[in-house]
Every structure is written in structure tokens, then in C-alpha cells.
């Protein structure tokens, strides 16, 4: 800076500077320059920075920063007790917030040996689903609009509000849901919940259709896409990409199927892939995932069986509110697993769902207290994003916004 | 013989008494390995033709705060052939805590690692580029180690100078 200033105030020397003829305009365009983009920019899906070195429009080399949506969650989650965490958990992906519920009690669960009823696994079967249908449809719309084609992301948002009024019936909450329990749900789907979901799925389907014929009818759209950021099925492994970019790469690997949780067992769903690894593969991995969600969640509404919503277990689960009230041995049970916490036994646990992102994983380690000595969010945008460094390489600056939206990451979860 | 014998098996055949626990819980197989064994057991495992671990899915620490091999680190891998994941741990006892990286094993261990280095202070040697995943550069504290406190070292983080 000093020098930059010496070479302004001396007047000799910016004369000299200005009559230079040597520099011409090819020396400019040969250099390499290097250029900021994010925290703050529409196109990084929140507070991603990316540092791209470009040689004219070609990008040389990308550096991705993170760290701007860094919470400390897993400091957090060492400091209080397994139930409290839950309402965190909606923070992490917030496009998919059951999902994440669902997924953060699923691994307390397994590290204290609880088992929920099974309408309760039905419930939260139906609920990750809906939750899966609105984050694609978020990372749809979004993407489109990042590559122009900006009347998808009203379409899609109005999908997404429909899922949102379900959840509202449904948890009382629209958007930081916090509705699964240790042990199972807060509360029960109604009658009315079951219309609602019902006729949304009507819906959706038709809707799906348009939307298909709105983007593939639009050249600019598939130029944009087809063949950018080609990500092959043996660098997505090493470079531990998951979910849809993973299977849009070629690799049939759902832990739905690979290591069924709930009753997904019991359903009957087929898992989409594509070859060619592309941008454009991408995209219509995410459609067709709507639609096999489509057909779990019809599945489901004609499996689900009566009964509880959550276990009776009251030295590990909280009792319904009208039992602590009423009872005596209930109340204590309360008053215990509210102060001190549910008391896991000595041992460590890693258990993985299938997010609408990917594979999103907690490893809990339990020292018998009432709080996790350790809990680790292995986040798939995380692992996602380390893929933009090798698939930005090579690719032209505009391409760069179309890849960041293919891998779709949500900075709540990829910083924690 | 169903997976978990087969691997188990394997593992003590080649490093028979580099395995320093194996433990069983809640149907999570885990492999406690010497500190100076863990690449080779890694590329042993990514490489072996039976077993082909060749995703890597998460590297982390275990700060025990009170024990004398204060840190352990934890590495989650998967193999598509065996369709099965499985956990390696390794315990450090020298301070600073240092440990081989991984990452030329597994491409993916290079960023879980350097939020592992960020989170823990543990150095991975040979790591090609240790740098703070999260914290900003600069940041002196590592805070998921027990000792670091919740509400943060007043002072630590450099915040916005607001003008009088």
C-alpha cells in the first residue's frame, strides 16, 4: 500500500507511469487475476466464499472458504442434554428440518437401546419424506434460477409452501419443526393431516410434469448444463461425495438401501441414478427423487398402523404432559431425565440417515452422563463442497454458479 | 463366516499386535490400531481386493480430557463391495498431538482432517494442506478440546471497531 501511495504522490513518476507505451493491452489479458466471490452473494446459497483465479474467463484455480455460518453446535451439544439438542438440529439443513429430527434421534436412540412404536416409525417416515419433497424442490428452484430460469423458483416455492401448511398441522411449526422425540413423536398425525397430504401428492404430480416442461423446453437451460462440471463415479467416491450427486455420478448408494432404518425395509422404492455425472444429471437426479418420495409416501399412508406415537419407556422417554401431571412415578421420571438427562451407557455409536443433501451422520460418544462427552454432524453439503475445487477447474466463470447449484449445499449444515 | 469375522480376521492376520482393542457395541464394529500403524492399515484396507474400503466418511477426535492418551482420532469408512462401515480409532499420547494424515489414502480425509486440526490441534504430518477449516487464520485456540470454554475467550476474536 505504502508503495502504491509513493508512486501517487510522486508526480515525476506518474507521468512517467502514464506515458509508459510499453504496456499494452495483451499484457492485461494474459495475466492471471484473482477475484472474491461470497460470503455475501446470491448465487452461493449463503455464506460460501469462493477465491477463483481466472486466466480471461477460465477459472485456473478455486479456493472455497468456510466457516461464516460456524455455530460451534458440537461444542453446544457437549453441554447440554441429549433431548435439548433436538430443537438445534433444525438449524443444520434448514430446507429439510424433519429429516435432521429424525436423523439426530434415530442415533440417540441407537446409543440408548430405545425403540419407537411403530406408527411412530411410520410417522417420521411420512414427515422425512414430505421434508425431502420440499428440499429438492428448494434446490430445484433455486438452481434454476441461479442459471435463469427464474420462474421455476416461484413454482417450486409454491410446492414447498403446501409441505410447509402440512407441518404446521402437523408440529405446530412451519419451518424449525423439532418434532421427533426420543422415542418417538410429539404428537400424532390427524385425520385432516392425512387429507392434506393426500391431496398435496395430486397435486404435486401434475405440477412435476409442467415443471419438467418449463425448463426442458428452454435451451438456455440444458446449454447451461449439459456437460459442466462432469463429476466421474470414481472421484465422487474419493472425494466423499454424497446423496443425489453421488448416484448422479453413477453410484447406487442409498442408506435407505444400504443400511435400512425405519421401515424403509418394508416400502418399496427404486433408487434413480445417471451416468453421466453432470450438471444436468443433477437436476433430473432430484426430479426423479420426488417422484420415488411420491410413491413411499403413498406407500406409507396405506401402511401406517395404530397405535402410539411413542414409547412407554419413562425411565428414557418423556411421558405425555396429562400423565406427569396426574401420576406420581411419572413426574419423578420427568424431573429426572429433564435435570440429568437420559444417561446413555459407556460407548460410542455412528448412525447415518439419507438426507435430502446426502448422507448426514452423528457419531455420539456417551461417558453414562447425561450429556454426549462428543457428538459429531458428519454433514453432507460438507462433503459435497469439497468436490467444487476439482469440478471448477477448467470450467468458465458462469459455469461456476451452475455447479454450486447442482451440489445444492446448505451453509447451516456444511459449518455446523 | 459373515462380515465382521472376515474383517476382524484379516486385520489381526496382517497386524497382529499393532491391534490394540476390538470392540462390539450396538452392532458398531471398531478397530483400536498403533498410532504409527494407521496408513498402512488404511491402505491396507482401501487396497485388499476382499475388502475394499475406498470411501472415507468422516475423520474426527475424541478429547477424554483426563487420560493420559488425552486425544483419539476416528476415522469412518465404507465399502461399497462389503456394503459395510467401519470404525478405526487410534490414541495419541504425545503433545502436541501429531498423527500421520491420511488424506493420500483417501482423497476425502483432506478437509476432515483439517477441520479435525481446526477443532482438535491435532497435527497431521504430511498433511498437504493443514490449514483452519473453520476459525479465522489467526484464531490461537482449538475449541472442541475440553478446556476451551463454552462462552468463548473473551478477546480471542477479533470483532468490529465501532467509531465513537
Given at each position: 500500500m505504502d508503495r502504491i501511495q509513493q508512486i501517487y504522490n510522486d508526480e515525476k513518476l506518474l507521468k512517467k507511469l502514464q506515458e509508459?507505451?510499453?504496456?499494452?493491452?495483451e499484457d492485461v489479458l494474459e495475466n492471471e487475476m484473482v477475484i472474491n466471490m461470497g460470503p455475501?452473494?446470491?448465487?452461493?446459497?449463503?455464506v460460501l466464499r469462493l477465491v477463483l483465479r481466472l486466466d480471461g474467463e477460465t477459472v485456473v484455480g478455486i479456493v472455497p472458504e468456510l466457516g461464516?455460518?460456524?455455530?460451534?453446535y458440537e461444542k453446544m451439544a457437549e453441554n447440554m442434554s441429549h433431548i435439548e439438542f433436538i430443537p438445534h438440529?433444525?438449524?443444520?439443513?434448514y430446507t429439510g428440518t424433519m429429516c435432521n429430527n429424525v436423523g439426530y434421534v434415530l442415533a440417540v436412540e441407537k446409543l440408548a437401546g430405545i425403540e419407537a412404536p411403530k406408527r411412530a416409525q411410520y410417522i417420521r417416515m411420512i414427515v422425512s419424506e414430505l421434508s425431502r419433497i420440499a428440499a429438492h424442490m428448494v434446490a430445484i428452484g433455486t438452481f434454476a434460477m441461479d442459471v435463469g430460469a427464474v420462474t421455476m423458483v416461484m413454482w417450486t416455492f409454491r410446492e414447498r409452501e403446501k409441505v410447509n401448511s402440512i407441518f404446521d398441522r402437523i408440529?405446530?411449526?412451519?419451518?424449525?419443526?423439532?418434532?421427533?422425540?426420543?422415542?418417538?413423536?410429539a404428537s400424532d398425525i390427524d385425520d385432516q393431516a392425512f387429507a392434506e397430504i393426500k391431496q398435496f401428492l395430486a397435486e404435486l404430480e401434475p405440477a412435476l410434469v409442467e415443471m419438467d416442461k418449463l425448463l426442458l423446453s428452454n435451451r438456455i437451460f440444458i446449454q447451461r448444463l449439459e456437460g459442466i462440471g462432469i463429476l466421474p463415479k470414481e472421484d465422487a467416491i474419493a472425494l466423499g461425495v454424497t446423496g443425489p450427486n453421488l448416484r448422479a455420478s453413477?453410484?447406487?448408494?442409498?442408506v435407505r438401501r444400504a443400511k435400512p432404518y425405519?421401515?424403509?425395509?418394508?416400502i418399496d422404492f427404486k433408487i434413480p441414478t445417471f451416468s453421466q455425472g453432470d450438471c444436468l444429471a443433477r437436476y433430473f437426479q432430484r426430479g426423479d427423487e420426488v417422484r420415488e418420495s411420491i410413491k413411499i409416501l403413498y406407500q406409507c399412508l396405506d401402511k401406517i398402523p395404530q397405535?402410539?406415537?411413542?414409547?412407554?419407556n419413562p425411565k428414557k422417554v418423556l411421558s405425555h404432559k396429562t400423565e406427569i401431571y396426574s401420576k406420581m412415578e411419572e413426574l419423578i421420571h420427568d424431573f429426572m431425565i429433564i435435570n440429568?438427562?437420559?444417561?446413555?451407557?459407556?460407548g460410542d455409536t455412528y448412525l447415518s440417515v439419507e438426507n435430502p443433501k446426502g448422507e448426514l451422520g452423528f457419531y455420539i460418544v456417551s461417558n453414562?452422563?447425561?450429556?454426549?462427552?462428543k457428538l459429531k454432524i458428519h454433514s453432507p453439503s460438507f462433503c459435497n463442497l469439497q468436490a467444487v475445487s476439482q469440478l471448477c477447474k477448467g470450467a468458465m466463470v458462469s459455469d461456476v454458479v451452475a455447479i454450486i447449484g447442482s451440489l445444492d449445499p446448505v451453509m447451516g449444515e456444511a459449518d455446523k | 463366516m459373515n462380515t465382521k469375522e472376515l474383517i476382524v480376521e484379516k486385520i489381526k492376520e496382517k497386524f497382529g499386535e499393532s491391534v490394540e482393542e476390538v470392540s462390539d457395541f450396538r452392532d458398531d464394529l471398531c478397530i483400536t490400531i498403533k498410532k504409527d500403524q494407521i496408513v498402512n492399515l488404511g491402505k491396507y484396507l482401501k487396497e485388499d481386493p476382499d475388502l475394499q474400503?475406498?470411501?472415507?466418511?468422516d475423520v474426527t477426535a475424541i478429547d477424554?480430557?483426563?487420560?493420559?492418551?488425552r486425544f483419539t482420532t476416528v476415522y469412518h469408512i465404507y465399502s461399497f463391495k462389503l456394503n459395510y462401515a467401519l470404525r478405526l480409532k487410534s490414541n495419541i499420547d504425545d503433545n502436541p498431538p501429531t498423527i500421520e494424515t491420511v488424506s493420500f489414502v483417501w482423497q476425502s480425509a483432506n478437509w476432515y482432517e483439517r477441520e479435525t486440526w481446526d477443532m482438535y490441534g491435532i497435527k497431521f504430518i504430511n498433511h498437504p494442506d493443514l490449514r483452519r477449516?473453520?476459525?479465522?487464520?489467526?484464531?490461537?485456540?482449538?475449541?472442541?478440546?475440553?478446556?476451551?470454554p463454552v462462552l468463548g475467550i473473551p478477546g480471542s476474536l477479533p470483532l468490529p471497531f465501532k467509531a465513537e
Amino acid at each position: 500500500m505504502d508503495r502504491i501511495q509513493q508512486i501517487y504522490n510522486d508526480e515525476k513518476l506518474l507521468k512517467k507511469l502514464q506515458e509508459d507505451q510499453n504496456l499494452t493491452i495483451e499484457d492485461v489479458l494474459e495475466n492471471e487475476m484473482v477475484i472474491n466471490m461470497g460470503p455475501q452473494h446470491p448465487a452461493t446459497h449463503g455464506v460460501l466464499r469462493l477465491v477463483l483465479r481466472l486466466d480471461g474467463e477460465t477459472v485456473v484455480g478455486i479456493v472455497p472458504e468456510l466457516g461464516y455460518l460456524h455455530r460451534g453446535y458440537e461444542k453446544m451439544a457437549e453441554n447440554m442434554s441429549h433431548i435439548e439438542f433436538i430443537p438445534h438440529t433444525d438449524r443444520l439443513d434448514y430446507t429439510g428440518t424433519m429429516c435432521n429430527n429424525v436423523g439426530y434421534v434415530l442415533a440417540v436412540e441407537k446409543l440408548a437401546g430405545i425403540e419407537a412404536p411403530k406408527r411412530a416409525q411410520y410417522i417420521r417416515m411420512i414427515v422425512s419424506e414430505l421434508s425431502r419433497i420440499a428440499a429438492h424442490m428448494v434446490a430445484i428452484g433455486t438452481f434454476a434460477m441461479d442459471v435463469g430460469a427464474v420462474t421455476m423458483v416461484m413454482w417450486t416455492f409454491r410446492e414447498r409452501e403446501k409441505v410447509n401448511s402440512i407441518f404446521d398441522r402437523i408440529a405446530g411449526a412451519r419451518f424449525t419443526t423439532s418434532y421427533t422425540r426420543i422415542g418417538g413423536v410429539a404428537s400424532d398425525i390427524d385425520d385432516q393431516a392425512f387429507a392434506e397430504i393426500k391431496q398435496f401428492l395430486a397435486e404435486l404430480e401434475p405440477a412435476l410434469v409442467e415443471m419438467d416442461k418449463l425448463l426442458l423446453s428452454n435451451r438456455i437451460f440444458i446449454q447451461r448444463l449439459e456437460g459442466i462440471g462432469i463429476l466421474p463415479k470414481e472421484d465422487a467416491i474419493a472425494l466423499g461425495v454424497t446423496g443425489p450427486n453421488l448416484r448422479a455420478s453413477g453410484v447406487e448408494y442409498d442408506v435407505r438401501r444400504a443400511k435400512p432404518y425405519l421401515f424403509y425395509n418394508e416400502i418399496d422404492f427404486k433408487i434413480p441414478t445417471f451416468s453421466q455425472g453432470d450438471c444436468l444429471a443433477r437436476y433430473f437426479q432430484r426430479g426423479d427423487e420426488v417422484r420415488e418420495s411420491i410413491k413411499i409416501l403413498y406407500q406409507c399412508l396405506d401402511k401406517i398402523p395404530q397405535g402410539e406415537v411413542i414409547a412407554n419407556n419413562p425411565k428414557k422417554v418423556l411421558s405425555h404432559k396429562t400423565e406427569i401431571y396426574s401420576k406420581m412415578e411419572e413426574l419423578i421420571h420427568d424431573f429426572m431425565i429433564i435435570n440429568f438427562g437420559i444417561n446413555p451407557p459407556i460407548g460410542d455409536t455412528y448412525l447415518s440417515v439419507e438426507n435430502p443433501k446426502g448422507e448426514l451422520g452423528f457419531y455420539i460418544v456417551s461417558n453414562g452422563s447425561g450429556q454426549p462427552w462428543k457428538l459429531k454432524i458428519h454433514s453432507p453439503s460438507f462433503c459435497n463442497l469439497q468436490a467444487v475445487s476439482q469440478l471448477c477447474k477448467g470450467a468458465m466463470v458462469s459455469d461456476v454458479v451452475a455447479i454450486i447449484g447442482s451440489l445444492d449445499p446448505v451453509m447451516g449444515e456444511a459449518d455446523k | 463366516m459373515n462380515t465382521k469375522e472376515l474383517i476382524v480376521e484379516k486385520i489381526k492376520e496382517k497386524f497382529g499386535e499393532s491391534v490394540e482393542e476390538v470392540s462390539d457395541f450396538r452392532d458398531d464394529l471398531c478397530i483400536t490400531i498403533k498410532k504409527d500403524q494407521i496408513v498402512n492399515l488404511g491402505k491396507y484396507l482401501k487396497e485388499d481386493p476382499d475388502l475394499q474400503f475406498i470411501m472415507c466418511k468422516d475423520v474426527t477426535a475424541i478429547d477424554w480430557a483426563t487420560r493420559k492418551k488425552r486425544f483419539t482420532t476416528v476415522y469412518h469408512i465404507y465399502s461399497f463391495k462389503l456394503n459395510y462401515a467401519l470404525r478405526l480409532k487410534s490414541n495419541i499420547d504425545d503433545n502436541p498431538p501429531t498423527i500421520e494424515t491420511v488424506s493420500f489414502v483417501w482423497q476425502s480425509a483432506n478437509w476432515y482432517e483439517r477441520e479435525t486440526w481446526d477443532m482438535y490441534g491435532i497435527k497431521f504430518i504430511n498433511h498437504p494442506d493443514l490449514r483452519r477449516m473453520y476459525m479465522p487464520e489467526g484464531f490461537e485456540y482449538h475449541p472442541l478440546r475440553k478446556d476451551f470454554p463454552v462462552l468463548g475467550i473473551p478477546g480471542s476474536l477479533p470483532l468490529p471497531f465501532k467509531a465513537e
